[in-house]
């Protein structure tokens, strides 16, 4: 239990009604989680506003209600209290009750549009060979053989909270964590600390959420804003917005790309089916590695991840090993099939991660690259045409097909895809069952090919305008394989 007021102590009050001594015991945003004495920070979030839950939250034990709303007298014994912003609100309310514990540790965070997930989790293992490590992302948190899926890849600050004192218990004082854009926007992360802050890429995504690009930009510059002359940022010099995000920092950094001017770079490499060879030049002398993921685009994320541990000074034994042991996640460049041809499943749902992927299977490729891929529905037009060209320039043949229609017509995604594919460019075929364009590609592949499946990765599941259907890209491929060997 802690008091109202001194967990109101950072949050910028407009009016309250209601004693402030009010004993507060858990705080939460969802009316269904209020328990006895639960302080209800209502939300107007985008689909739902939370002062409709404020009846039901009080029924339920609620005594805080914390909202943009004016104190609504109608309530006995309830202690009322308006503020600015209820989302800041909530993080500070949050932090406060867990009583900063995001200050006890040393967090990594990682923003950018592609790559989040993968350098979470190299950076997770690297770390984790010194220190205990937990991470928080796409993958959902984890620490040691404690796993929880969340619904978000930067989750409400009081799971992230919640979390923390829970590990922190047990002896951990490192974190790494994806930071979403939205996530930064929203201030889910308004009181976590950061130590340092790592930049992937920057292209056009979630412009539904954003509007602009310029203020999706400055949302992702919201993690390196907070970083402090101690700090560290990490920047992928190959990104052409580099030197925007650099010029704003206050705090210390190291750049890491394939360009010469690049703090950590590779001076040489090869990329098969098998991985990743390479070696690279750091501040503290060569580093060899060897790696099980795919790709040009993964040795960006191995040298991301080597950044930040030679910040850390991880020795590179322990560098050397958490790489080599980090295998592909699933979903993310994950050749599922490597016989006379190969499968390779891929959750690139933009148009620069679609690049990104075919041209570094380009690299990899001795026969053709037959891509198979759609765009979801009801979400950023403004992507499809430019996923069109960017197949159309790096592939061999394109199967286009659906990813999610939700409520739009599946064939009116494809066509708006295939507005944008290169002029002359007509080795393609639509086909809007997915299952039928995935047979498809592996019936007309042969020895040396590379067949990708991009856009859906791990995902289970197909979501149209009436139904969503379990599906797999996975299990799909599979089946189709097993059958032909059965026939064979
Ligand atoms: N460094 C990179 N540059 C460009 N594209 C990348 C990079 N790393 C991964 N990708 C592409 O982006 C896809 C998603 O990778 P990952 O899950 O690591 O990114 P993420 O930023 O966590 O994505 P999300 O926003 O969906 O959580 C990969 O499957 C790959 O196609
Ligand atoms: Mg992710």
């Not at 858990?26 to 920070?41: A, G, K, L, P």
């Not at 007509?426 to 086909?431: G, N």
Request: hydrophobic share 40%; net charge neutral; proline share 3%.
């Amino acid at each position: 239990m802690k008091k109202l007021v001194e967990l109101l102590h950072h949050v910028p009050v407009v009016v309250s009604s209601g004693s402030l001594s009010q004993e507060v015991s858990h705080i939460t945003n969802d009316s269904r989680q209020v328990r006895e004495n639960s302080c209800f920070v209502a939300i107007k979030g985008f689909k739902e506003d939370g002062s409709s839950y404020i009846k039901q939250a009080i029924k339920k034990g609620a005594k805080t209600i914390i909202s943009r709303q004016k104190p609504d007298q109608q309530y006995k014994n309830i202690t009322w209290v308006q503020v600015k912003d209820d989302r800041y609100a909530f993080s500070k309310l949050i932090s406060s009750f867990y009583n900063k514990i995001s200050d006890h540790f040393y967090t990594v965070g990682i923003t950018g549009t592609n790559g989040k997930t993968t350098i979470t989790t190299l950076v997770s293992a690297i770390l984790n060979r010194q220190y205990s490590t937990a991470q928080i992302g796409t993958l959902g948190m984890s620490f040691k053989d404690f796993q929880m899926k969340t619904s978000l890849t930067t989750p409400e600050p009081s799971e992230i909270f919640k979390f923390l004192s829970e590990v922190h218990a047990q002896g951990c004082q490192f974190l790494v964590m994806e930071v979403s854009s939205v996530g930064l926007h929203l201030f889910r992360v308004e009181d976590i600390k950061f130590s340092q802050g790592i930049f992937t890429t920057f292209s056009g995504d979630h412009l539904d959420f954003h509007g602009t690009m310029e203020d999706y930009f400055q949302s992702k510059m919201l993690l390196f804003k907070k970083l402090q002359a101690n700090d560290w940022a990490v920047i992928n010099l190959d990104d052409p917005t580099a030197f925007k995000i650099i010029d704003l920092l206050n705090c210390k950094y190291l750049t890491y790309g394939f360009s010469k001017n690049a703090d950590i770079r590779p001076i040489s490499y090869k990329f098969t089916t098998d991985g990743i060879q390479a070696v690279i030049e750091t501040p503290k002398g060569k580093l060899e590695v060897k790696s099980p993921l795919i790709g040009k685009i993964n040795l960006t994320n191995i040298l991301a991840a080597t950044t930040s541990a030679v910040i850390k000074e991880i020795s590179f034994d322990n560098i050397y090993a958490a790489i080599a042991e980090t295998k592909p996640i699933r979903g993310r460049l994950d050749f599922i099939y490597k016989n006379d041809f190969s499968v390779l499943i891929d959750y690139a749902h933009t148009d620069k991660a679609i690049e990104s992927l075919l041209v570094s299977l380009r690299d990899i490729v001795v026969g053709r690259l037959i891509v198979v891929f759609g765009a979801g529905g009801d979400r950023d037009k403004t992507k499809r045409p430019r996923m069109g060209e960017v197949a159309s320039k790096y592939a061999d043949y394109l199967i286009i097909t659906s990813d999610n229609p939700r409520k739009e017509e599946p064939n009116a995604i494809i066509r708006d895809i295939v507005e944008g594919i290169e002029e002359g460019f007509d080795s393609m075929a639509q086909e809007p069952d997915r299952s039928k364009a995935i047979g498809k590609a592996l019936d007309m592949a042969n020895k040396g090919d590379i067949v990708v499946i991009a856009g859906k990765g791990h995902e289970n599941y197909q979501i149209f305008k009436d139904k969503t259907i379990h599906f797999s890209d996975y299990e799909v491929v599979d089946k189709i394989l097993k059958k032909r060997e059965s026939h064979a």
